[in-house]
Nanobody
Framework: VQLQASGGGLVQAGGSLRLSCAAS????????MGWFRQAPGKEREFVAA????????FYADSVKGRFTISRDNAKNTVYLQMNSLKPEDTAVYYC???????????????????????WGQGTLVTVSS
């Protein structure tokens, strides 16, 4: 599976961006998908995750109420709508796929990087104050 993240850019605080993650090589319709981010000088952290059928979504406390994860399995694509952006949201954003628990909608370690076995290359989001 190859994951291609796009949609990053420079935006002012309070603005919005929508990230996309397009999968190729294999359909990811049965996989849990996630977004992570890494700010300069910091470790990569969990942002959001979505179950295979979008029946369950999970968010980091820092983005809850501002970010929305969604997916279109027909397009093999996952999205991250980011609203009310803050300077502290500045980071490289990575999408990831968990192929090990196909058709799973539970909350088992959705935040843990090691549970995702495919990663995209990242897209940079810069939020200016």
């Amino acid at each position: 599976v190859q994951l291609q993240a796009s949609g990053g850019g420079l935006v002012q605080a309070g603005g919005s961006l929508r990230l996309s993650c397009a999968a190729s090589g294999r359909t990811t319709g049965s996989y849990r998908m996630g977004w992570f981010r890494q700010a300069p000088g910091k470790e990569r952290e969990f942002v959001a995750a979505i179950s295979w059928n979008a029946g369950s979504t999970f968010y980091a406390d820092s983005v809850k109420g501002r970010f929305t994860i969604s997916r279109d399995n027909a397009k093999n694509t996952v999205y991250l709508q980011m609203n009310s952006l803050k300077p502290e949201d500045t980071a490289v954003y990575y999408c990831a796929a968990d192929s090990k628990r196909a058709y799973y909608s539970g909350s088992y370690y959705y935040w843990r990087e090691s549970d995702y076995d495919y990663w995209g290359q990242g897209t940079l989001v810069t939020v200016s104050s």
